[in-house]
């Protein structure tokens, strides 16, 4: 059973950092995907980070947004930097597993940017 938990969530100010964590258990991981979902607005994808480290990224994180992974603990990571209203929502983290080549989604943490 993979299971994989999101946190490191919360209200920050505009211009404000936050860093996200994704934990899988059950397998290791062979991609990492983050997804947000505002309300009201379709679950968009956010960045990537492959097997081999590559990463992708939406445009409209480009430079503020990076994601990253420790294959020692099986986890990874979206520090989020300058962050806008336009970035709050639910963040979701999916995982695809080594052994068996599936998707394994987290619950998701809220993300809120407000002054």
């Known amino acids: 059973q993979v299971q994989v938990v999101e946190s490191g969530g919360g209200l920050v100010q505009p211009g404000g950092s936050l860093r996200l964590s994704c934990a899988a258990s059950?397998?290791?991981?062979?991609?990492m995907t983050w997804f947000r979902q505002a309300p009201g607005k379709e679950r968009e994808w956010v960045a990537s980070i492959f097997g081999d480290g590559g990463t992708n990224y939406q445009d409209s994180i480009k430079g503020r947004f990076t994601i990253s992974r420790d294959n020692a603990k099986n986890t990874g990571y979206l520090q989020m930097n300058n962050l806008k209203p336009e970035d709050t929502a639910v963040y979701y983290c999916?995982?695809?597993?080594?052994?068996?080549?599936?998707?394994?989604w987290g619950q998701g943490t809220q993300v809120t940017v407000s002054s």
């Open positions: 999916k995982v695809r597993a080594h052994f068996n080549d599936l998707d394994y």
């Open positions: 059950g397998s290791s991981i062979y991609v």
